[in-house]
T-cell receptor, first 113, second 110 residues
């Protein structure tokens, strides 16, 4: 199993541009999450999903959108990129029920200039 | 909502000594408390977790303790080694989410 994969690994955006960060997992997990991690800081939840067709906001959803059309994929869309969105973005997935262990992808390092 | 407070933010210990990181949480409904380790430039990875029906759990040099009454839990690393240098995050569950603490940067001094 590849686990959780993310593309791209790095990206530089100009202010006002848009992009989609891709996340795919092959563990048949229903729960998926997007976090951002600013330099030297902790993980802040952007959006999460408990299954295909269901998404919900986390702590810092402004400026982002998500969709969950399949169990495997959970893309994160940035509209009108701003310098404040410069960060490392991690996607994670976890299984159902009582176990909440989260498996993280390798991250996408995004710079907005 | 759930708040997870973690301290210290930075910890330096001599190689071979023990390290302790402490966390508190606010939601009494939380029942799952994982700890993640993040090495520089890498993704966070689960190192140990504890559920509310136990007070302590050990895995080799790592142990976690939980005091539900006081709403705090701690990570203990014994006989620290250079490869223990990393950022450690505690977390607690709330509904379908995991809320992370802000992290502790652990330095192992030679």
């Amino acid at each position: 199993n590849a686990g959780v994969t993310q593309t791209p690994k790095f990206r530089i955006l100009k202010i006002g541009q848009s992009m989609t960060l891709q996340c795919t997992q092959d563990m048949n997990h229903n729960y998926m999450y997007w976090y951002r991690q600013d330099p030297g800081m902790g993980l802040k939840l952007i959006y999460y999903s408990v299954g295909a067709g269901i998404t919900d906001k986390g702590e810092v959803p402004n400026g982002y959108n998500v969709s969950r059309s399949t169990t495997e994929d959970f893309p994160l869309r940035l509209e009108l990129a701003a310098p404040s969105q410069t960060s490392v973005y991690f996607c994670a997935s976890s299984g159902d029920g009582y176990s909440y262990e989260q498996y993280f992808g390798p991250g996408t390092r995004l710079t907005v200039t | 909502g759930e708040n997870v407070e973690q301290h210290p933010s930075t910890l330096s210990v001599q190689e071979g000594d023990s390290a302790v990181i402490k966390c508190t949480y606010s939601d009494s409904a939380s029942n799952y408390f994982p700890w993640y380790k993040q090495e520089l430039g890498k993704r966070p990875q689960l190192i140990i977790d504890i559920r509310s029906n136990v007070g302590e759990k050990k895995d080799q040099r790592i142990a976690v303790t939980l005091n539900k009454t006081a709403k705090h839990f701690s990570l203990h690393i014994t006989e620290t080694q250079p490869e223990d240098s990393a950022v450690y995050f505690c977390a607690a569950n709330r509904d379908d989410k995991i809320i992370f603490g802000k992290g502790t940067r652990l330095h192992i001094l030679p």
